[in-house]
């Protein structure tokens, strides 16, 4: 029997419902879903298997111009989605009009590899609004097969993926069958704890956060976890922490439910905040916590 796989990237602004899109496709909550824009800020791949197919999904930062040197390894990862991509789905949400960087947009409407353009949340528009958007974005990206979508709905995900799964080469599988996602556990745990901080702290806070997991011991019955919250400024440390250490207690029960859903089992966290001085700037923190941190 024939066996398809390739790889289908994800790309589209911040906040259009990319990592919700992905998470449906898997089934599992693999990227971290806030109100906020520039929650993902990593390329996280999540895989789907089938009997006769392997669809390597992966979910990407939202295209942005980069003000400091961890958006610019996010746009990195974001460049490196049209490198390798067999299918591209390119994300927008009723109302939108165009994509933050032109240059990305060019290599959109420039693609020879499938496009599929997903027009998201619809179940916020009527049908006129949605016609008109159709017809704009058929204008727009003529290479493109147009879906509306309700990611959070799950309205027409289902014939969105029966299509990838059509469009993707003959190939075996990329990964061992049983493969999820290609990050380690600690990586699920930062981003976990970080989902918590965007949820709970408002203006630059969130953005200047980092997550560190020093330690993972699992045993039969639990898994004891040590993680590291690292702000730029000994004021974003305070208010980290909160009023006798109130607000980061709320983080860490919220995290720990959520790891405990994840994992399947007893989980132990312990929490700490450090001051990590600029280290958005810093090409080597940059480089230990899993982006490019080249300078351009």
């Known amino acids: ?69 961890l958006q610019e390894s996010m746009m990195d990862f974001v460049k490196s989605a049209f490198e390798d991509a067999d299918v591209l789905v390119y994300m927008v949400e009723i109302g939108e009009k165009e994509l933050k960087d032109e240059s990305f947009f060019n290599k959109i409407i420039h693609s020879e590899i499938p496009v599929l353009l997903l027009l998201n ?41 029966n299509r990838i799964v059509e469009l993707l080469p003959d190939s075996p599988p990329f990964y061992p069958k049983d493969t999820l996602t290609d990050k380690p556990e600690r990586f699920f745990v930062n981003e976990i704890i970080r989902e918590k901080i965007l949820i709970h702290y408002k203006k630059e806070i969130p953005y200047s956060v980092e997550i560190d997991t020093e330690e993972f011991f699992e045993e039969e019955e639990i898994i004891r976890m040590r993680s590291v919250i690292m702000v730029e400024r000994e004021t974003q440390k305070g208010i980290i922490i909160g009023h006798k250490g109130a607000a980061l207690k709320r983080v860490g029960v919220e995290a720990r439910k959520d790891l405990e859903k994840f994992f399947g089992k007893q989980v132990h966290l312990e929490l700490y905040v450090k001051v990590n001085k600029n280290w958005r700037s810093d090409s080597k923190q940059l480089r230990r916590f899993g982006y490019s941190g080249d300078k351009k």
Do not use: C
Not at 30 to 46: E, Y
Not at 137 to 148: C, D, G, L, S, T
């Open 121 to 161: 949340k619809i179940d916020k528009s009527n049908q006129e609004q949605l016609e008109e958007q159709v017809q704009l974005w058929q204008q727009k990206v003529p290479n493109a097969e147009i879906f509306p979508v309700s990611a959070l709905e799950g309205f027409n995900v289902p014939q969105v993926f």
């Open 1 to 69: 029997m024939a066996h398809k796989a390739g790889f289908v990237n994800i790309i589209g602004n911040p906040n259009v419902g990319k990592s919700t899109l992905m998470n449906a496709f898997v089934g599992e909550k693999l990227s971290i879903i806030t109100s906020k824009a520039q929650t993902t800020r990593h390329r996280i791949l999540g895989i789907v298997n089938g009997e006769d197919f392997q669809v390597i999904l992966s979910d990407t930062p939202g295209i942005i111009k980069p003000a400091y040197q």
